[in-house]
């Protein structure tokens, strides 16, 4: 059956979009309302930091929860949780700011958010056939650029003309709807029995066990580290290096996702040609060249094509990565081994934006750029050397 005369996969599709454009509202509104209200660069940091951590702490619990739980009800419970809690901002700010309160919502909101994230993952297989994963990954990548241009676009407008805690209103309703929507979405029943007892070292297990899913984690793992902090890097040389104006950033960013729907639009059609391996390994090494040659670009229209080259490699390596996890992974353990990878996979992200951006203040945006790059084309070739290279690695699904 065509994806598109999928009743449940469209609906569920529609929901993705409307809570991933909730989020932008989210992601917009809580640093400007923290500005308006303390004044503090120092405590938006630290409301990201506390945002980061609620997420890798979630992170490690959240596979099990997917595992063990109804997974629709667990989707539905996370949006009603998050609309009660962004909608308490508004009405206390209707009296009085309570700078403290946003110190609790965060955090909980972005464990929330994690869980979310990590179900969604295992839900995907109940909703279409193992043959048509990496084209409906394909599609809710699609979705997800899309809203992450439409929605900070539209947040920042609401904040502007209304204030950050109307935007957080906004998002509260967004994410009600998504509840009511995913009401209505029906999965297929589970293929293997309920989960058995473990936790998060079931996923890590599983992962370390499985030889292309290993080196997947490990390959990933620089591959973020790499380029956590790549957006900053970008954006400090259009400001500090070209003398370009906020306007400017936005285009480039702006742009740059057009890579991002490019790739989820071709991923499915590639992969069925060339298989998994070489065109995961095409994604990465195009990721690399398009990073290397950022810094030769000196006007801003080249650097907005040279993003969005990186985006497009990302975008095909991301999804080959996260279709495959789902086609070999027994549904009964996918929760728990999406969970893993994640946290494995995001742990030297902010290491390694630290240090980057650290590197690209000392040595220049340019230079640090062309060395992230060719070490992710290092990343493409070492994948070469290893399992991953397998065009179909699908049947050692055993392990």
Avoid at 131 to 151: C, E, H, K, M, P
Avoid at 355 to 372: C, D, H, K, M, N
Wanted: glycine fraction near 10%.
């Amino acid at each position: 059956m065509s994806l598109w005369r999928n009743k449940n996969f469209s609906l569920f599709l529609v929901i993705q979009a409307m809570s991933v454009a909730g989020d932008s509202f989210s992601m917009i509104a809580i640093p400007l309302l923290v500005l308006r209200e303390t004044g503090s660069v120092v405590q938006m940091g630290l409301m990201t930091g506390l945002s980061g951590v609620a997420s890798l702490v979630a992170g490690a619990f959240a596979g099990l929860a997917a595992d063990r739980l109804d997974r629709r009800r667990l989707l539905i419970a996370c949006d009603i949780a998050r609309a009660v809690l962004y909608a308490l901002v508004p009405l206390v700010w209707i009296f009085a700011p309570q700078i403290w309160l946003l110190y609790v919502i965060v955090p909980l909101g972005a464990a929330l958010g994690m869980v979310f994230q990590v179900t969604y993952v295992t839900v995907v297989p109940r909703l279409v056939g193992k043959d048509q994963i990496t084209q409906a990954n394909g599609r809710l990548y699609a979705v997800y650029a899309a809203a992450s241009v439409g929605g900070p676009a539209l947040a920042g407008l609401a904040s502007q003309r209304f204030g950050p805690t109307v935007a957080l209103g906004i998002d509260a309703v967004s994410f009600a709807i998504s509840a009511l929507g995913l009401s209505l979405v029906r999965l297929r029943p589970a293929e293997a029995p309920a989960a058995e007892r473990g936790g998060f070292l079931d996923g890590a297990r599983f992962l370390w066990r499985h030889p292309v899913l290993r080196s997947l984690t490990v390959l990933l793992t620089f591959f973020i580290f790499l380029t956590a902090g790549l957006d900053d890097i970008i954006i400090y040389y259009l400001k500090h290096d070209l003398g370009q104006n906020d306007d400017a950033v936005g285009v480039v960013l702006a742009c740059a996702a057009v890579g991002s729907l490019a790739g989820a639009a071709v991923v499915a059609k590639i992969r069925g040609r060339l298989g998994f391996g070489p065109t995961w390994i095409a994604g990465i090494a195009l990721s690399g060249t398009a990073v290397a040659c950022a810094g030769l670009a000196p006007e801003v229209p080249g650097i907005a094509a040279i993003m969005a080259g990186f985006l497009f490699g990302s975008a095909i390596g991301g999804i080959c990565s996260q279709s495959l996890r789902q086609e070999i992974t027994p549904d009964h353990l996918l929760g728990r081994v999406t969970s893993a990878f994640w946290t494995i996979h995001f742990a030297l992200g902010p290491i390694g934006a630290a240090l980057l951006t650290l590197a690209a203040s000392r040595y220049g945006a340019p230079e640090i750029a062309l060395a992230v790059g060719v070490a992710i084309l290092a990343i493409a070739l070492a994948g070469t050397l290893t399992p991953v290279r397998q065009p179909h690695p699908e049947p050692v699904a055993s392990t």
